[in-house]
């Protein structure tokens, strides 16, 4: 494993190059595992640094809001976050890390927010992320979905946007139209090319194109086998080829 990017740049310097509360919960990390910058978690910019570490803050503070980390949940998390298994150990320490931090939930999702303005899917990818993780226990709980819809104030996501996402991993009205974020009523043929921008958009060679680290990758596989098993229903119950 070559040195990675924050043992060149020193935990301290990472931290002071991202800043506010996620810089200061990978300076407190960063001494204890090493990233390599081929093909591994946190990539080469500090980008990827931002997205991961801020996607595993916010799933701990929702744990820590939930109360409870169920087997289900902790399973959901290592689907989303994929890593070797040499630094299993250290993204725990991020994960623990961030669920005691006095910095709350509003902190990090802020800078998040800011990180990603101009690259609003980011954020969508991050919620989708959050959502995977607590519907694993078979429900998602009142606590958990006030701080979904907290988190998706904060990214700046409107009402259609975020039932478009929570109908990806919740029956609201069993409505594949909610999925695809499309009205009930339009022709086959606009329906049909929402369908096929949604795809396209959502493609996992498109996040892999874009040098997305491997949750934002997971993520988009997952949403877009959503989007698919929506369009079956769609295209079933209008007899469309």
């Not at 409505?175 to 493609?203: C, F, I, Q, W």
């Amino acid at each position: 494993m070559s040195l990675g990017l924050w043992g060149k740049l020193g935990g301290a310097g990472l931290g002071l190059a991202v800043g506010g509360p996620l810089g200061a919960l990978i300076g407190a990390v960063a001494g204890h595992f090493l990233v390599d910058r081929e093909g591994s978690l946190f990539g080469r910019t500090p980008r990827e640094v931002v997205f991961t570490t801020g996607l595993v803050a916010l799933a701990a503070k929702m744990a820590k809001s939930d109360g409870v980390v169920t087997p289900a949940e902790v399973a959901a998390f290592e689907e989303v976050v994929r890593v070797p298994d040499e630094e299993r150990a250290g993204i725990a320490r991020l994960f623990d890390l961030a669920k005691a931090t006095t910095s709350g939930f509003e902190a990090y999702a802020q800078q998040i927010a800011e990180a990603f303005r101009e690259e609003p899917a980011l954020l969508e990818d991050v919620l989708d992320g959050l959502f995977h993780i607590a519907k694993a226990d078979g429900a998602i709980h009142d606590k958990e979905a006030r701080y979904l819809r907290a988190v998706a104030e904060i990214f700046g996501l409107d009402e259609a946007a975020y039932t478009c996402l929570a109908a990806r991993h919740v029956r609201l009205a069993d409505d594949p139209y909610e999925v695809l974020g499309a009205d009930r009523t339009l022709p086959d043929a606009d329906l049909k090319a929402r369908y096929r921008a949604l795809v396209a958009e959502n493609h996992p060679d498109r996040a892999v194109a874009r040098g997305l680290p491997p949750a934002a990758v997971a993520i988009a596989t997952r949403r877009l086998a959503a989007i698919n098993a929506a369009w079956d229903r769609i295209s079933a119950e209008r007899n469309l080829p």
